[in-house]
């Protein structure tokens, strides 16, 4: 049954989730979090009051929370509250931080808040039959500016990593995400998304054409002047994917 209009609007699923709060001291240690943080962050494995706040991150998005920390301190007056995606087992967390400041404007901490935005971006999978399977995304989140814009996936041509982060790209230009390709390769349809290269996620549904050059093999996508590399190791699954045995 279809919701109601309202049900999908921003207000709508705001006022539906529940709100983590994380406070820090000035060392980034935790010193206070609410019973819904208790709850979602891995509290009882890490341990993390009075340690520094990366300790219960994944060693891969710590890099990404440090660099949301340091934002907070830019220089310019009453500066917005830095915002980022981290996706952790089964939930896909939307994360701001904002600096905690004296009467003489001297840092005395930081105050992270998180929303659950899974339910907005992602829906059950019902081939899915493992207990650890991942929901999958039916929008990617992308930060532009301090706004969350959500992206339908079946839009996305490809998506492309750069270190921690991925840009990506629909007929309408690029986006950039704050998760890592790897992420998105979890979390999108595998009926659709392909894994071409270590740097690539193709959409097939996007496929146009398959070029091979003094032995390098390119995949050409609908929209896009150029073509994507496909890695050695990716053809055979390619081919396969499009009903091909040989190019």
Same mark, same amino acid.
């Given at each position: 049954?279809?919701?109601?209009?309202?049900?999908?609007?921003?207000?709508?699923?705001?006022?539906?989730?529940?709100?983590?709060?994380?406070?820090?001291?000035?060392?980034?240690?935790?010193?206070?979090?609410?019973?819904?943080?208790?709850?979602?962050?891995?509290?009882?494995?890490?341990?993390?009051?009075?340690?520094?706040?990366?300790?219960?991150?994944?060693?891969?998005?710590?890099?990404?929370?440090?660099?949301?920390?340091?934002?907070?301190?830019?220089?310019?007056?009453?500066?917005?509250?830095?915002?980022?995606?981290?996706?952790?087992?089964?939930?896909?967390?939307?994360?701001?931080?904002?600096?905690?400041?004296?009467?003489?404007?001297?840092?005395?901490?930081?105050?992270?808040?998180?929303?659950?935005?899974?339910?907005?971006?992602?829906?059950?999978?019902?081939?899915?039959?493992?207990?650890?399977?991942?929901?999958?995304?039916?929008?990617?989140?992308?930060?532009?500016?301090?706004?969350?814009?959500?992206?339908?996936?079946?839009?996305?041509?490809?998506?492309?990593?750069?270190?921690?982060?991925?840009?990506?790209?629909?007929?309408?230009?690029?986006?950039?995400?704050?998760?890592?390709?790897?992420?998105?390769?979890?979390?999108? @349809?595998? %009926?659709?998304?392909?894994?071409?290269? &270590?740097?690539?996620? +193709?959409? =097939?549904?996007? *496929?146009?054409?398959? #070029?091979? @050059?003094? %032995?390098?093999?390119?995949?050409?996508? &609908?929209?896009?002047? +150029?073509? =994507?590399?496909? *890695?050695?190791?990716? #053809?055979?699954?390619?081919?396969?994917?499009?009903?091909?045995?040989?190019?």
């Amino acid at each position: 049954m279809d919701l109601p209009a309202h049900s999908a609007s921003p207000l709508y699923l705001l006022e539906r989730s529940d709100v983590g709060l994380v406070q820090l001291d000035r060392e980034l240690k935790v010193v206070a979090m609410n019973s819904f943080a208790r709850r979602v962050l891995p509290v009882e494995d890490k341990q993390p009051f009075d340690k520094m706040v990366l300790s219960f991150h994944p060693e891969r998005s710590q890099p990404k929370v440090r660099f949301l920390i340091d934002q907070t301190e830019c220089p310019v007056s009453n500066p917005p509250p830095m915002t980022m995606i981290i996706n952790i087992p089964e939930r896909v967390l939307m994360i701001k931080v904002a600096k905690m400041a004296d009467a003489n404007g001297q840092t005395l901490g930081y105050t992270l808040v998180f929303y659950d935005i899974t339910d907005a971006v992602s829906h059950d999978d019902p081939a899915a039959l493992r207990p650890d399977a991942k929901r999958l995304l039916q929008k990617i989140p992308t930060v532009a500016g301090n706004r969350i814009v959500l992206v339908d996936a079946e839009q996305v041509i490809y998506v492309r990593a750069e270190g921690h982060y991925t840009w990506v790209t629909t007929a309408q230009g690029s986006s950039f995400c704050n998760l890592t390709i790897s992420d998105l390769e979890s979390r999108l @349809d595998s %009926g659709a998304f392909l894994r071409i290269h &270590r740097s690539y996620l +193709a959409n =097939l549904e996007h *496929a146009e054409q398959i #070029v091979r @050059d003094e %032995g390098r093999v390119s995949l050409k996508l &609908r929209h896009e002047e +150029a073509s =994507l590399p496909v *890695a050695r190791t990716s #053809v055979p699954k390619l081919l396969q994917r499009l009903g091909l045995t040989e190019i």
